[in-house]
């Protein structure tokens, strides 16, 4: 149920603020230290960022989509870093609970999941394993603990996975069966501190300096039978259905950067000159903008037209691919442009442009690659019969 439409206006409004007052002057700072000050954790716990998506019943906001998307839009106006401090507790961390958690299950992880006062994860990916997500080798064997208790084995690596250096549960992919594909993946809660889990040192990474990703190793880590998600083999069910919504909340992501970068765009274009005058009156510079308003406001109409079908209730595995593999290409554009239209300053550091160009680069990759989304659409398609 969407917010009372006053209360949801003060929310972004309150929102961009925090964007523009608080967190954009930190952003080389972050960088430098490739770490979120804490300080800046707990103000966004208090403003209700870690529990977005998650319902009021539990202590989150419980944002629509369409909701969730006008938010993301205003935190994309910064670097993705202190989004990505509570993302997985809006998205891939939480949604597999609230989609197919018991009320059980629910009770006891969703209210610290909203809080902020545990961080959750999600761990799909492998080293052998990215983009074939049904080809997961983790697997999940049924066995007894020392007290005779059922308890699943998990044993395997996961890679790349987002939060994991401070994350106190993960939603886990392993293989129960012997059916090939995701029709032998079953999903699982797996708290941080069960014997036999281990994390490994963070990356280090291209952009996105203060968000960290680093292996989870299980060694015959025993996990109780009651932290399954849903029945066997259900759980590549449930990472589609996660990546599905995780889609547009990066898509919607993405507009803000770019729109953050053309913003920047117009008011150095406006003041640095080159022969005589400023280089927003030459022409070939108000292409790259036009070029560049164009594709972002394509981008925000179709992350929001699909995430109003969402929050109907409608199929939108196809649109929600389709808006992350435009919105994604999108903002690569965008902010390979804006590197242009600054010139040799677009290359510098202090300008904070190179930075976001480094940092756009992810999104064209995680949550699926833009390769991946191209055939989402295409199967989408061509089952629908077009």
């Not at 998307?69 to 401090?85: D, K, N, Q």
């Not at 610290?112 to 074939?132: K, N, Y």
């Not at 941080?192 to 280090?204: C, M, N, Q, Y």
């Amino acid at each position: 149920m969407a917010l009372d439409a006053e209360v949801f206006e003060a929310l972004i409004d309150t929102i961009r603020r925090f964007v523009s007052e608080r967190l954009r002057p930190l952003e080389a700072e972050v960088e430098a230290a490739d770490a979120i000050p804490e300080d800046v954790v707990e103000e966004m716990k208090a403003l209700g960022l870690f529990g977005l998506s998650i319902a009021p019943e539990y202590g989150g906001l419980g944002l629509t989509m369409r909701e969730e998307c006008l938010v993301a839009i205003e935190l994309g106006r910064t670097t993705p870093a202190f989004r990505s401090t509570f993302g997985t507790n809006v998205g891939i961390g939480s949604q597999g609970l609230v989609m197919a958690g018991t009320d059980k299950q629910k009770a006891e992880w969703l209210p610290r999941i909203a809080s902020g006062e545990v961080i959750a994860s999600f761990a799909l990916t492998e080293p052998d394993v990215g983009s074939d997500s049904g080809a997961v080798k983790t697997r999940a064997v049924k066995a007894k603990d020392e007290n005779g208790a059922d308890v699943y084995r998990i044993s395997g690596t996961k890679r790349f996975i987002t939060n994991a250096d401070k994350a106190h549960v993960f939603t886990v992919m392993a293989r129960t069966g012997d059916e090939p594909g995701g029709r032998g993946v079953s999903a699982f809660l797996v708290p941080r501190d069960l014997p036999g889990l281990s994390i490994g040192e963070p990356e280090k990474k291209m952009g996105q300096k203060g968000a960290k990703v680093a292996d989870v190793l299980f060694e015959e880590v025993p996990v109780p039978t009651s932290l399954r998600l849903g029945e066997e083999g259900q759980g590549f069910k449930v990472a589609m259905q996660v990546l599905d919504r995780g889609r547009l909340h990066i898509s919607a992501v993405c507009i803000g950067v770019a729109e953050r970068l053309i913003a920047d765009c117009v008011a150095y274009a406006s003041q640095r000159k080159q022969f005589g005058k400023p280089i927003a009156e030459h022409q070939l510079i108000q292409a790259m903008i036009a070029d560049s308003k164009t594709e972002a406001l394509a981008a925000r109409a179709l992350v929001l037209e699909t995430a109003i079908r969402k929050d109907a209730g409608e199929n939108t595995t196809m649109e929600a691919a389709a808006a992350k593999y435009f919105a994604s290409e999108m903002v690569g554009r965008v902010a390979d442009r804006a590197v242009q239209v600054f010139g040799g300053a677009g290359y510098i550091a202090d300008y904070g442009i190179e930075r976001l160009y480094r940092d756009v680069r992810l999104f064209r990759i995680y949550e699926g690659t833009s390769q991946i989304q191209q055939l989402i659409i295409a199967r989408e398609t061509i089952k629908r019969g077009g």
